[in-house]
């Protein structure tokens, strides 16, 4: 049975005026636990063995103290332990997808702009990279439909051997990034205004490339910046598309487990829903 890890904890801190907001882990987990998603709590911990896998002690450190330059990643005193709690369900998430029940993890902070030695664009910790840096000797794909290039990401996944890496983003947009393709991460920008046709077609091709690659295990970086009514991004996805997305991923009948990364609009809820109801099969 596919299950939803979350955490009432990820609500606890915010800005005000940041998108980035409560109100989009715990409106989501109500909807959810409405629609009859099982919702559990993570069961694995976002420990430092596992962050070490991608950062660095230096930025492990960096998170708990605020020593950092990035004005839309702001330190809070409790973010490292949040953090953690976001990145315990990326853990918790991939381990059932191996044990082949699809899982998603709905956590905050996101996690795909976070590099080794970096905090970015609301990230802290890289929690999908660090899910798949635990099977080294795993066959992983990974698929960033995020709005933004998964810049934290693809440097994580340059080179390995046994990642493959497919970012579907708007271009141009923050951060800039991934506006080619280099080697096992393939970049696919969008230019604004895409609209679902285009986009679902993008993203079967990019699905079929990522299946040449015969990966054992599906991790998604699933962002609904891609809407339409997203305040930070242009394209033009519509409800019905997070379905469509859902699917199309279900249908490589891979292992798979996603992460929540953005998506910012007030219908937020509803498109996590509609995603699921395709990626969970
Ligand atoms: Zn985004």
């Known amino acids: 049975m596919p299950a939803v890890f979350t955490d009432p904890s990820t609500t606890g801190y915010h800005t005000p005026g940041h998108p980035e907001a409560p109100f989009r882990v715990a409106k989501s987990a109500d909807r959810l636990k409405a629609a009859g998603h099982r919702l559990l709590a993570p069961e694995r911990p976002g420990d430092d063995a596992a962050i070490l896998r991608v950062h660095t002690q230096r930025h492990i450190d960096s998170v708990r103290s605020g020593d950092y330059q990035d004005a839309d990643t702001p330190h809070y005193t409790r973010i490292d332990a949040i953090a953690r709690t976001s990145l315990a369900g990326a853990l918790s998430a991939s381990a059932r997808a191996l044990a082949g029940e699809p899982a998603f993890s709905l956590m905050r902070p996101p996690g795909h702009h976070a590099a080794r030695e970096r905090v970015a664009g609301f990230c802290y910790f890289n929690n999908l990279a660090i899910a798949c840096s635990e099977f080294a000797d795993k066959r992983v794909a990974i698929v960033d439909v995020d709005v933004h290039h998964g810049d934290g990401t693809e440097d994580w996944a340059f080179g390995k051997e046994n990642v493959s890496f497919v970012s579907l983003h708007q271009a141009p947009l923050y951060p800039g990034t991934g506006l080619q393709t280099r080697g096992n991460c393939r970049n696919v920008p969008l230019e604004p205004g895409t609209g679902e046709a285009r986009y679902l077609k993008a993203l079967e091709q990019a699905i079929e490339g990522t299946l040449s690659f015969k ?9 609904f910046d891609t809407y339409k009514e997203c305040p930070l991004a242009q394209l033009r996805l519509e409800k019905g598309t997070y379905k469509r997305l859902g699917r199309l991923l279900a249908e490589t009948k891979l ?19 509609n995603f699921l109801d395709g990626f969970f099969g």
């Open 215 to 223: 990966p054992e295990l599906l991790a998604v970086s699933a962002g």
């Open 255 to 273: 292992k798979r487990f996603a992460v929540l990364e953005g998506g910012y609009a007030d219908d937020l809820p509803l498109l996590i829903e």
